[in-house]
């Protein structure tokens, strides 16, 4: 499978604060790459398709001017979750597609908003 | 939009017995069908998939089994083992944006 990468792998942040997640695949050049949330014990949930050189595309629900993505590179999609409020706190996890349907999921981070 | 249901949402097996996990789908124009297996505070991980043209298919102890006409795709676990516990997710896609939609997951725990 893919190599991803997520940073940071956890992050603690006061609320009000802007918190920028990145996620990087390191072995193929990924066009399109996925965020997901997932609370705990629950499934996990698409918030945006991120395609490179383009604008992201949110699904019913996800505030774009909230949860900002940003796909600059062929190997890095960044998600910036402004303004964070304790509900935002959740388990933030990327994944990858070389093209097609397979999709590999990064390590995720662990956000906690106080 | 995919609506996907997954039961049961907790299985408990003795090592050595079979596992059994089932999903539906709801919309016609899925085509792919991942599972993926996820440890406590880890990332999900893609254990096996069937496409929509192959009925079956095996990988050592793992197999999936597709029906679309019924729409329903299933896990099946032989011989577990206790490494085999955790949370299991079943997915469905289409082709024309290859978005997954995921099941609301089973947690395995196989008892030694």
């Known amino acids: 499978g893919a190599v991803v990468s997520q940073h940071p792998s956890w992050v603690i942040c006061k609320s009000g604060t802007s918190v920028k997640i990145e996620c990087r695949s390191l072995?193929?050049?990924?066009?399109?790459m996925f965020w997901y949330r997932q609370f705990p014990k629950q499934s996990l949930m698409l918030m945006a398709t991120?395609?490179?050189?383009?604008?992201?595309?949110?699904e019913q629900g996800v505030e774009k001017d909230k949860f900002l993505i940003n796909h600059a590179s062929l190997t890095l999609s960044t998600l910036t979750v402004t303004s964070a409020h304790p509900e935002d706190s959740s388990f933030y996890i990327c994944?990858?597609?070389?093209?097609?349907?397979?999709?590999?999921f990064g390590p995720g981070t662990r956000l906690l908003v106080l | 939009g995919e609506n996907v249901e997954q039961h049961p949402s907790t299985l408990s097996v003795q090592e050595g017995d079979s596992a059994v996990i089932k999903c539906t789908y709801s919309d016609s124009a899925s085509n792919y069908f991942p599972w993926y297996k996820q440890e406590l505070g880890k990332r999900p991980q893609l254990i096996i998939d069937?496409?929509?043209?192959?009925g079956e298919k095996k990988d050592q102890r793992i197999a999936v089994t597709l029906n679309k006409t019924a729409k329903h795709f299933s896990l099946h676990i032989t011989e577990t083992q206790p490494e085999d516990s955790a949370v299991y997710f079943c997915?469905?896609?289409?082709?024309?944006?290859?978005?997954?939609?995921f099941g609301a997951g089973t947690t395995v725990t196989v008892r030694a």
């Open positions: 991120s395609n490179e050189g383009s604008k992201a595309t949110y």
């Open positions: 997915a469905a896609s289409n082709s024309n944006d290859y978005k997954l939609s």
């Open positions: 072995d193929f050049q990924a066009t399109t």
């Open positions: 069937i496409r929509s043209n192959v």
């Open positions: 994944s990858v597609s070389p093209g097609g349907e397979t999709q590999y």
